[in-house]
């Protein structure tokens, strides 16, 4: 899940300034797909695995960053697999995996905070009437509460399947919808408290 | 220290708290009452979420309108409290609000960490803390902002055991003066002061021995 993919270290990987690691991440995935080189994807391979290295990280992080997209990578091996052959469908699917590794790698290493700083620090010039500070504290809260969110789901879920009305989505997403809703008003006014804005 | 001067809540043409005169100084107020009383509008109105309708709130004395630069307040669900992803963001996301320096920022949240025997839980994420590690990252969340009173809102509904007597003991070392609404009549037994809350009127305001009794009787009967 997004909210826990930072992994906690000290790696010059971690401590490195997010915008940085984003641009380079851009750099990287940028010449990945520029030059469709199996030289070139080597490089690349050989550069995200040890950034892995560096950051401190194991080869089971490395397959959490591949792991939701995995069905997805076996559509496109079928697909290139008949279109292309075996060979392509071989490069295409590991050049996907590095680029979902290194995107992952910039997560893993990058606290929430830091990239709301980063995005903070890119909004400096924006017109005064963006709201930048909330856009931050948006971001974060997106951050935050997906687990939250998927928690009551699962309540809920589990709750109407007692019931015996698992398949029900109505009895599924109406308590979810108000209980969701509920949280908001109470989040929003724990937000206020403890900030001094209104 | 908070002064209640002839206040009035209404909503919706309900009155939810009529006419209420008090003068606060006690170090450890409690506030009982039953459910849809006015207890939790009596207390949001500490820290400015909730404004009189008529009347005023005075903090020593002023009528102020930066309560929240004062008064901390702690809710029942940490996690509707906690908008950060890990402990330590969390932390410093209301020092961040009031623009203080990032060393400043460190040097607060290491501090009360360390006072509440949190430091091991500085880069943990939020989510997956336990009921009673969230409830004492709400309340270091507050205590970072160095509030001059804390106001808690059923701190212990969500808690085990365990996780009460220590959220007790930890409140009872706390310098802060606070002010608790609780249905847990043991966390407010050795208060200073309990104010009974009814119909949007306080009924019963003086020591624990005097209200607590009268409280159960009414419930009771």
Same mark, same amino acid.
């Given at each position: 899940?997004?909210?826990?993919?930072?992994?906690?270290?000290?790696?010059?990987?971690?401590?490195?300034?997010?915008?940085?690691?984003?641009?380079?991440?851009?750099?990287?995935?940028?010449?990945?797909?520029?030059?469709?080189?199996?030289?070139?994807?080597?490089?690349?391979?050989?550069?995200?695995?040890?950034?892995?290295?560096?950051?401190?990280?194991?080869?089971?992080?490395?397959?959490?960053?591949?792991?939701?997209?995995?069905?997805?990578?076996?559509?496109?091996?079928?697909?290139?697999?008949?279109?292309?052959?075996?060979?392509?469908?071989?490069?295409?699917?590991?050049?996907?995996?590095?680029?979902?590794?290194?995107?992952?790698?910039?997560?893993?290493?990058?606290?929430?905070?830091?990239?709301?700083?980063?995005?903070?620090?890119?909004?400096?010039?924006?017109?005064?009437?963006?709201?930048?500070?909330?856009?931050?504290?948006?971001?974060?809260?997106?951050?935050?509460?997906?687990?939250?969110?998927?928690?009551?789901?699962?309540?809920?879920?589990?709750?109407?399947?007692?019931?015996?009305?698992?398949?029900?989505?109505?009895?599924?997403?109406?308590?979810?919808?108000?209980?969701?809703?509920?949280?908001?008003?109470?989040?929003?006014?724990?937000?206020?408290?403890?900030?001094?804005?209104? | 220290?908070?002064?209640?001067?002839?206040?009035?809540?209404?909503?919706?043409?309900?009155?939810?708290?009529?006419?209420?005169?008090?003068?606060?100084?006690?170090?450890?107020?409690?506030?009982?009452?039953?459910?849809?009383?006015?207890?939790?509008?009596?207390?949001?109105?500490?820290?400015?979420?909730?404004?009189?309708?008529?009347?005023?709130?005075?903090?020593?004395?002023?009528?102020?309108?930066?309560?929240?630069?004062?008064?901390?307040?702690?809710?029942?669900?940490?996690?509707?409290? @906690? =908008? $950060?992803?890990?402990?330590?963001?969390? /932390?410093?996301?209301?020092? !961040?609000? *009031?623009?203080? &320096?990032?060393?400043?920022?460190?040097?607060?949240?290491?501090?009360?960490?360390?006072?509440?025997?949190?430091?091991?839980?500085?880069?943990?994420?939020?989510?997956?803390?336990?009921?009673?590690?969230?409830?004492?990252?709400?309340?270091?969340?507050?205590?970072?902002?160095?509030?001059?009173? @804390? =106001? $808690?809102?059923?701190?212990?509904?969500? /808690?085990?055991?365990?996780? !009460?007597? *220590?959220?007790? &003991?930890?409140?009872?070392?706390?310098?802060?003066?606070?002010?608790?609404?609780?249905?847990?009549?043991?966390?407010?037994?050795?208060?200073?002061?309990?104010?009974?809350?009814?119909?949007?009127?306080?009924?019963?305001?003086?020591?624990?021995?005097?209200?607590?009794?009268?409280?159960?009787?009414?419930?009771?009967?």
């Amino acid at each position: 899940m997004l909210t826990e993919l930072y992994v906690v270290g000290q790696s010059p990987l971690h401590l490195a300034p997010p915008a940085l690691k984003l641009g380079l991440l851009f750099v990287y995935c940028t010449l990945l797909f520029v030059i469709p080189h199996p030289g070139v994807l080597a490089i690349g391979a050989a550069v995200v695995t040890f950034g892995y290295a560096l950051a401190g990280l194991k080869a089971s992080h490395a397959v959490m960053a591949v792991r939701p997209a995995f069905y997805i990578l076996v559509i496109i091996f079928a697909v290139q697999l008949w279109l292309e052959g075996p060979g392509m469908a071989a490069y295409i699917v590991a050049r996907f995996a590095c680029l979902l590794m290194a995107a992952s790698l910039v997560t893993f290493t990058t606290k929430a905070s830091e990239f709301i700083d980063g995005i903070l620090a890119a909004l400096t010039y924006a017109p005064a009437w963006v709201p930048k500070a909330k856009i931050a504290l948006a971001m974060s809260l997106v951050w935050r509460f997906i687990p939250m969110v998927r928690g009551i789901f699962d309540e809920v879920r589990e709750a109407q399947s007692a019931r015996g009305l698992g398949r029900n989505m109505t009895a599924l997403f109406v308590p979810i919808i108000v209980r969701t809703l509920k949280s908001a008003d109470e989040i929003s006014e724990a937000i206020h408290a403890r900030s001094l804005e209104d | 220290m908070i002064q209640f001067d002839r206040v009035t809540v209404a909503k919706e043409g309900r009155t939810i708290l009529s006419e209420i005169s008090l003068d606060l100084s006690e170090h450890r107020i409690g506030v009982i009452g039953n459910n849809g009383s006015g207890k939790s509008t009596f207390l949001r109105l500490f820290n400015g979420l909730e404004r009189p309708t008529t009347g005023r709130v005075c903090y020593k004395g002023e009528d102020k309108t930066d309560l929240r630069q004062h008064v901390g307040f702690v809710f029942q669900n940490p996690d509707n409290q @906690i =908008v $950060f992803p890990m402990v330590d963001e969390d /932390l410093a996301f209301g020092l !961040k609000a *009031r623009k203080l &320096s990032k060393p400043e920022i460190k040097t607060r949240i290491d501090a009360v960490l360390t006072e509440l025997s949190l430091t091991h839980l500085r880069e943990r994420l939020t989510h997956q803390l336990s009921g009673g590690e969230k409830q004492m990252v709400a309340l270091a969340g507050v205590l970072v902002t160095r509030p001059d009173l @804390i =106001v $808690f809102d059923e701190p212990t509904t969500l /808690l085990d055991l365990r996780n !009460k007597l *220590r959220f007790m &003991s930890v409140l009872d070392a706390l310098p802060h003066p606070a002010v608790v609404v609780s249905h847990d009549l043991d966390l407010l037994a050795g208060f200073d002061r309990i104010l009974h809350i009814e119909d949007g009127h306080i009924i019963a305001d003086g020591a624990p021995d005097v209200v607590i009794p009268a409280y159960i009787a009414r419930s009771t009967c």
